[in-house]
């Protein structure tokens, strides 16, 4: 059974940072690339960053570029998503997916809030 579960949301202050992860179980993790993407109160989802299995190539939003940044380490099935600088804009709830085959797997999402 394939498992995504996200942790390390919280409440940050503008111009704070927070390390997201993303543990993965049930595929061979390193054959996939990870993508993660959020959904702000009231908003749709949107696409925020992606790496590919091997974790040698990563794409960024423009809205986050520069101040996220997305890794892997294949040995521990998990990604990351180091958000610095981070902005009340950035306050959503954050999803990592995979596509497995013909199937797309979502975590539980984990709440980041930015505010003073």
């Known amino acids: 059974e394939v498992q995504l579960v996200e942790s390390g949301g919280g409440l940050v202050q503008p111009g704070g940072s927070l390390r997201l992860s993303c543990a993965a179980s049930?595929?061979?993790?390193?054959?996939?690339?990870m993508v993660w993407v959020r959904q702000a109160p009231g908003k749709g989802l949107e696409w925020v960053s992606a790496i590919i299995g091997g974790g040698g190539s990563a794409s960024y939003a423009d809205s986050v570029k520069g101040r996220f940044t997305i890794s892997r380490d294949n040995a521990k099935n998990t990604v990351y998503l180091q958000m610095n600088n981070l902005k009340p804009e950035d306050t959503a709830v954050y999803y990592c997916?995979?596509?497995?085959?013909?199937?797309?797997?979502w975590g539980q999402g984990t709440q980041v809030t930015v505010s003073s």
């Open positions: 997916k995979g596509t497995i085959g013909a199937m797309t797997y």
């Open positions: 049930g595929f061979t993790f390193s054959s996939y690339a």
